[in-house]
């Protein structure tokens, strides 16, 4: 039988949706690429801001009708949305068969054989005590040399624009020995990088109690051997601790790569968002890396046009992209999400405002990334080999240490390899090298 699976949003539903492939082909079910030819069609939503959330709709417009033509397709849709929505989805859908919730993708391959047999629709988004689709293993793609593990899922920290708490619930971090099992048989199969990942991977260990911590669970992962990289996203940075930042001049294979989201850089818009720090705290954790790992790349995510955000403070955005000067800034029009508080507060932005500001800072951004990259021309940098480039026969991609992507010339049989290259240009989003 074939699946098509569709997958919206964040890294953790690229795994989830890597995980629900594994579970449904032991199953019997083989991935497929035409939705038109599958026996189960597979939604996975996102629901961070308004506009992922509207996918799923245009989405099931196109895949409902298929079931006119082929009776015994079911059609089903987890992730975010799923939870978020529950059983009024197929409310608004009624010939969606299957709602799942971000705790249920383990029951999928059950439920999916329910369906069929009684041909009634189901809708499971119960949060349960313990996820056991955490400790589901995917199947890496043929010849990958990185992978994402997953360490925990939810969060506790209740940002008041974030849905996330509402739909992934409490974090909830998988036991060290599971992670370091599964990272041991990715190693001994050839993956050479690792990204640890988690809403918030740095309250790994909170909960269930009694497990060790982010830096001790980092050591620990270091130290196993053939790994050759190790990253870790998303990190919060008030629970960025000194040890944490420390690390990054301690560990072997800790890349000097790190993605702090900033969201906002006034302390008045910072305290309404709930993040619980303020500009100059966030300021002296990068440079608490700096001074531990003086080549640390920075990213973050910002949003322009919370409520009450006024031009002063979104002034205060773009000094913090002078003082820090990432490499790169992943940023949005604040959208307003159900349920959270910053839905209710008083002084919405209008779009027009938002739209102007967006455009201000990814120009800015664009300028400050591209001359950070034209510092790098020149350099000799290591790039693990991902795989060949899209463009150019003979030519290859990979990433530094400091996730900078890298396109050079190389001979065949590179992949996996870890490879000196000498940067002789800075693209706009990427660098172009020659085999040192
Ligand atoms: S820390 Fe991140 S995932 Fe958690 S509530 Fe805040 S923005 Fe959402």
Request: with cysteine; proline share 6%.
């Amino acid at each position: 039988m074939k699946v098509y699976l569709e997958t919206y949003g964040c890294q953790m539903n690229v795994s989830d949706s890597q995980k629900l492939l594994t579970l449904l082909a032991a199953a019997g079910y083989e991935a497929g690429e035409d939705p038109a030819r599958a026996d189960l069609i597979i939604i996975n939503t996102c629901s961070v801001r308004d506009k992922p959330e509207q996918k799923v709709f245009s989405a099931l417009g196109r895949y409902l009708p298929l079931k006119k033509r082929r009776p015994g397709l079911v059609v089903a849709v987890g992730g975010c949305v799923a939870q978020q929505w529950g059983a009024a989805l197929q409310r608004r859908c009624p010939d969606l068969d299957l709602v799942f919730g971000t705790h249920a993708i383990d029951r999928v391959p059950a439920l999916v054989v329910a369906v069929r047999e009684t041909r009634q629709p189901a809708a499971v988004t119960d949060f349960r005590e313990e996820i056991p689709s955490l400790d589901v293993v995917p199947a890496q793609p043929p010849g990958a040399v990185a992978a994402f593990v997953t360490i925990m899922q939810g969060c506790d920290n209740y940002c008041s624009y974030c849905i996330v708490p509402y739909v992934r619930g409490r974090e909830y971090s998988r036991t060290s020995a599971a992670i370091l099992a599964e990272i041991r048989a990715l190693v001994s199969r050839g993956i050479k990088e690792v990204t640890l990942l988690g809403q918030n991977v740095n309250s790994y260990g909170r909960r269930p109690a009694g497990e060790i911590g982010f830096v001790e669970l980092l050591r620990r992962v270091d130290g196993i051997a053939g790994l050759a990289r190790l990253r870790f996203t998303t990190s919060h940075p008030k629970d960025l601790s000194p040890a944490l930042a420390a690390a990054f001049g301690e560990l072997e294979h800790l890349c000097p790569h790190i993605h702090l989201p900033l969201q906002a850089g006034s302390d008045a818009v910072l305290r309404r968002m709930g993040r619980g720090y303020t500009a100059a705290e966030y300021l002296e954790k990068v440079a608490a890396l700096r001074r531990a790992r003086p080549d640390i790349a920075l990213s973050t995510d910002l949003i322009v046009g919370f409520p009450g955000e006024k031009e002063a403070d979104f002034q205060r955005t773009m000094d913090l992209l002078e003082e820090v000067r990432y490499d790169t800034v992943y940023s949005f029009k604040y959208s307003p999400r159900p349920g959270t508080r910053a839905a209710a507060l008083a002084g919405q932005v209008p779009d027009e405002v938002k739209k102007e500001r967006l455009r201000r800072l990814q120009q800015r951004q664009d300028e400050i990334t591209a001359a950070n990259l034209r510092a790098l021309e020149g350099s000799r940098q290591e790039v693990l080999v991902e795989g060949p480039a899209k463009k150019g026969a003979g030519r290859w991609v990979g990433r530094t240490p400091g996730n900078r992507i890298v396109n050079f010339s190389g001979p065949a049989g590179l992949l996996g390899s870890l490879v000196p290259v000498k940067i002789t240009r800075a693209l706009r989003h990427s660098l172009q090298g020659e085999l040192d």
